[in-house]
């Protein structure tokens, strides 16, 4: 029988403490000696082995829950819908397919959307409708219109413009007195004769555009004109000339001005770039490494969501680029007018989401800082002037 733990450690310790001369009489004899090693002998030995048949039940164990693991099948990858082309004639926002995502979607002029203008993704991978499809509103093609009348489209439908003359949904009938075709057409629901006014004249009518706008070959549409195209200088020197819709803009960006370590430069006509910042100086590193300036010019009354400016980065040559981007709308007076989100992984977008109606200037400034492993490297601004036409067209 293998003595208890403490007994043998007893032993142990009067071995250690007994002198080699064995003069003293409480040192044991060779004989209890030599009891107390076969017993601490086969103390180890025991716990020797039920060390070991830990050890083989741990192994045991581990391979079992690596065989569980191994039987579990991979992580279930993101609902994500199909993917979804713009309509043909027509044009698609959203480029994201996770569920919950939106995909919105509209015709070019002269074509009407058949089906939803938008749809979003379920959590079964499906839309919540079917892809539309754009059709051509064309309803002259069929040549309506008798004795010379001129077909004009409509929603759904046309009209006839009869030459003098003539009356009738189709200038059918013999016209006994002048009809004044722009009041006629001018009321509402009527398809607009003239892209901006009609002026009634005996017998018929001709379109006029506004100042800064000509009349096309049509003789109904207005097309801007191009001011700042015109070979004398129409803006004072030092200034850049920016067309807008139906006039002109002179412009003269500007860098910031220096305060104390940090000064910018102009690289371009449209561009500042800060000038190096001194190795302990972390507030000059946060202000923007470059701001850059844009002028768009959009009609009135402009359908939205619609997608007016892009934002992205690019790494120097040999030299790795950031691994994230942060974009976000900084300044400006657009009053909740625009939205700025990712569209991919190096760039965003600033989105029109409230229809704007001219004459109006809006300023927004968005920006994007640059991070490589979660560290900050650069801030970029871009200051953009939106000059709306007092007209939709």
């Known amino acids: 029988m293998v003595p208890s733990c403490p007994r043998a450690l007893f032993l142990l310790l009067l071995l250690l403490a007994c002198p080699e001369s064995r003069a003293s009489q409480n ?3 060779k004989q209890q000696l030599l009891t107390a090693i076969r017993q601490l002998q086969q103390l180890l030995k025991g716990q020797e082995t039920r060390f070991a048949e830990g050890i083989r039940h741990m ?13 579990v099948g991979p ?8 993917a979804l082309n713009a309509p043909l004639d027509g044009r698609k926002f959203g480029s994201k397919y996770l569920v919950d995502h939106e995909v919105h979607f509209t015709c070019n002029p002269g074509f009407r959307l058949v089906g939803p203008s938008s749809v979003v993704c379920l959590p079964n991978g499906t839309w919540t409708g079917e892809q539309p499809r754009c059709k051509d509103i064309s309803e002259c093609s069929s040549q309506p219109c008798q004795n010379g009348g001129t077909c ?5 439908q046309y ?4 030459p003098p003359g003539r009356t009738g949904s189709r200038c059918q009938h013999q016209a006994q007195t002048d009809v004044n075709e ?15 006014a009609c002026v009634n004249t005996p017998g018929s009518y001709r379109c006029a555009c506004p ?8 003789g109904k549409s207005c097309e801007d004109i191009d001011e700042c195209a015109s070979p004398q200088h129409v803006c004072p020197r030092g200034t850049l000339c920016i067309n807008t819709g139906g006039g002109f803009q002179c412009v003269s960006p500007e860098c910031p001005e220096g305060s104390g370590n940090v000064s910018y430069v102009k690289t371009s006509p449209f561009q500042c770039e800060r000038n190096p910042c001194p190795m302990d100086s972390r507030p000059c590193r946060h202000l923007p490494k470059t701001i850059s300036f844009h002028y768009l010019s959009l009609p009135s009354n402009l359908k939205t969501p619609i997608t007016l400016f892009r934002m992205a980065t690019a790494s120097a040559p040999g030299r790795p680029g950031p691994n994230s981007l942060r974009f976000g709308i900084v300044g400006g007076n657009s009053r909740g007018h625009f939205v700025m989100q990712r569209s991919d992984r190096q760039t965003g977008e ?3 989401v409230q229809t704007l109606e001219g004459p109006q200037t809006l300023e927004v400034d968005v920006d994007m800082s640059e991070y490589l492993d979660r560290s900050f490297q650069a801030n970029h601004v871009s200051k953009v002037t939106i000059f709306v036409s007092p007209y939709d067209f």
């Open 27 to 29: 040192c044991l004899n």
């Open 59 to 71: 192994k045991s164990r581990l391979a079992a829950l690596q065989n569980s693991v191994n039987r």
């Open 75 to 82: 992580d279930a990858p993101p609902v994500s819908c199909p």
């Open 152 to 156: 004009v489209e409509g929603v759904n």
């Open 159 to 162: 009209k006839c413009i009869c």
């Open 182 to 196: 722009c009041e006629l057409y001018g009321q509402e629901g009527r398809p607009r004769l003239c892209m901006h």
């Open 211 to 218: 100042s800064g706008y000509r009349t096309l070959a049509d």
């Open 350 to 352: 600033l989105i029109l």
